[in-house]
């Protein structure tokens, strides 16, 4: 039985230098529907062609190249961290919540690859 119940959407987080240009981008080379552009943090977010699956553009000055960041969905995110950490799973820091949005937490797999945790706090 896995420690965290997952729920059936994930976001492929990116770190881009221009979110609005790479939402262009991404809308004319591969049909990718814009969902939204939060400016206060700095993020838009892209309908995939997949069902569940999400494209998210995070503005960075010095955005690193091939790094790609898995956001998996979670209905209870400190439930979710708490049994993590409770087996050892090592986290980047506090976790991050932009009321009435979403809470976010970075963990790390047993090689050092970033993951992601979220919360929807949209009510949707």
Not at 27 to 53: N, P, Q, Y
Not at 63 to 80: E, I, M, Q, S
């Amino acid at each position: 039985m896995p420690l965290v119940s997952l729920d059936t959407t994930i976001t492929l987080a990116l770190s881009v230098r221009d979110r609005r240009a790479s939402a262009a981008w991404y809308a004319e080379t591969l049909g990718f529907e814009l969902l939204h552009h939060i400016d206060e943090a700095g993020w838009s977010e892209m309908r995939t062609k997949t069902e569940g699956v999400t494209l998210g553009l995070g503005e960075q000055a010095e955005p690193a190249p091939g790094n790609t960041v898995p956001v998996f969905g979670v209905a209870d995110l400190a439930a979710a961290r708490a049994a993590l950490e409770g087996a050892g799973v090592r986290f980047d820091g506090a976790t991050e919540t932009i009321e009435g949005m979403v809470r976010l937490a970075t963990f790390y797999d047993p090689d050092g690859n970033a993951l992601m945790l979220a919360e929807d706090l949209t009510g949707g």
